[in-house]
């Protein structure tokens, strides 16, 4: 069966990094988009970005265009996501989300990764 | 990018209900439509694809309709775990786009 297991809760400062990965198992790892989604406290989801595991391809949200990497390793079936210079507002919690193939619609979650920028 | 609003925000309802959940698209997205649901304190899950197709594991008194711009998610005999907050989602287009998402409480 599809699991995604995602790395564990981050406390960060404000201008600091945070790495957040995200384990695939019981899936071919390279066919499938792999996506991050995010969601600030009390609020709604929002699509981070997407890295193709086949060729390490990505496309981000336009907001948040050169802070955001995302990266993969095919050896550990293992997706990052690593976003810079962060702010309070990049408090939230990251989702990585299976992809039905490579559509941007999401067929499984991983648990989520609660980031948390404060000083 | 393109919009999508739901409606209502919030509803409240009874165990065994029928309820219907509205979205709506800023521009015409074909059938390219999802729904996730998402329960306090955890992670979404997929319910829904192109529409109307249910993810595996997801029962059958879960169900969508609508094309272009409006679009619906139908939930039949309402029972505690389906109390939750329900999302609609696009892609048609990069990024993909939620609702607000709408709240079932009992």
């Known amino acids: 069966q599809v699991q995604l297991v995602q790395s564990g809760a981050a406390v960060r400062k404000p201008g600091a990094s945070v790495k957040v990965s995200c384990k695939a198992s019981?899936?071919?790892?390279?066919?499938?988009?792999m996506h991050w989604v995010r969601q600030a406290p009390g609020e709604g989801l929002e699509w981070v970005g997407l890295?193709?595991?086949?060729?390490?391809?990505?496309s981000y949200a336009q907001k948040l265009q050169g802070r955001v990497s995302m990266t993969r390793d095919t050896s550990t079936k293992t997706v990052y996501m690593e976003l810079s210079r962060l702010t309070t507002d990049d408090t939230a919690v990251y989702y990585c989300?299976?992809?039905?193939?490579?559509?941007?619609?999401?067929?499984?979650w991983g648990q989520g990764t609660l980031v948390t920028v404060s000083s | 990018d393109i919009q999508m609003t739901q409606s209502p925000s919030s509803l409240s309802a009874s165990i065994g209900d029928r309820i219907t959940i509205t979205c709506r698209a800023s521009?015409?997205?074909?059938?390219?439509l999802a729904w996730v649901q998402q329960k306090p304190g955890k992670a979404p899950r997929s319910l829904i694809y192109a529409v109307s197709s249910l993810q595996s594991e997801v029962p059958q008194k879960f169900s969508g309709s609508g094309s272009g711009t409006h679009f619906a998610l139908t939930i039949t005999n309402l029972q505690p775990e389906d109390f939750a907050t329900y999302y609609c989602q696009q892609y048609k287009t990069y990024p993909p786009t939620f609702g607000q998402g709408t709240k079932v409480e009992i």
């Open positions: 890295v193709n595991p086949y060729d390490g391809n990505t």
């Open positions: 521009q015409d997205i074909s059938n390219y």
């Open positions: 989300a299976k992809d039905i193939h490579s559509s941007g619609c999401f067929q499984r």
């Open positions: 019981g899936y071919t790892f390279t066919s499938y988009y």
